[in-house]
């Protein structure tokens, strides 16, 4: 019996990646196995070399979303800063490089919690987990623990708002906020260097 080729059953982080194409543009709902093979132009059994299931998949986007959004969000705060200014700048990285961190997905994900009660208690723990890692900044640059916990909670409401809103605005306009931004946040305005530093790094 011939077994199906790779360009038949595709690779998982094909099926995987149009997971994620559906999910943002459509919703959960709209993930099914045969829409993706139709999207994909694969067949509808290539799916199950790569997942026992749809709930498999769904576990898998899951866990990718976890990595990708919360571990780079805590990545960047858990980078090495001389200051608070540029500490938050590190972390601003992710709002401007979705590579980085994908607000689109982001939403997605929240709307998706909103039908699946065991996913909600993931994203709050995902939630309490990046506010914990920007409060653990503050606190580092000599925030008190109050200070730094009220303060992280002002800047993670700040972009979920952003995300849930669908803010859009002009990449040019943004980019010259961020440096308000950090200001208000840690009360510190940020030196030229680290705002010119910044800036290079999206320009």
């Not at 979705?98 to 723990?125: E, K, M, T, Y």
């Not at 995902?126 to 916990?149: K, M, W």
């Not at 409401?157 to 308000?180: F, K, N, P, W």
Request: glycine fraction near 6%.
């Amino acid at each position: 019996m011939l077994q199906p080729s790779s360009r038949q059953r595709g690779s998982k982080d094909l099926w995987l990646d149009a997971a994620y194409e559906m999910l943002v543009s459509d919703g959960i709902g709209a993930v099914k196995i045969m829409a993706l093979a139709e999207k994909l132009n694969l067949s509808r059994t290539g799916f199950y070399w790569f997942f026992a299931d749809l709930k498999e998949l769904h576990v898998a986007m899951i866990e990718r979303w976890e990595n990708k959004n919360t571990g780079n969000l805590v990545k960047r705060c858990n980078k090495p800063a001389p200051n608070i200014c540029t500490g938050l700048f590190n972390l601003m990285d992710c709002w401007l490089d979705p590579s980085l961190f994908d607000a689109g997905l982001d939403l997605a994900i929240r709307n998706w919690a909103r039908v699946d009660g065991d996913l909600q208690i993931r994203l709050n723990d995902a939630d309490r987990i990046r506010i914990s890692a920007v409060a653990d900044l503050f606190q580092r640059h000599g925030f008190s623990a109050d200070q730094a916990h009220v303060r992280s909670l002002t800047v993670i409401y700040t972009q979920i708002g952003y995300i849930s809103m669908e803010v859009e605005e002009a990449r040019q306009d943004r980019l010259a906020r961020v440096q308000h931004y950090v200001e208000i946040f840690s009360g510190i305005v940020p030196s030229r260097s680290d705002v010119d530093e910044f800036l290079e790094r999206h320009i």
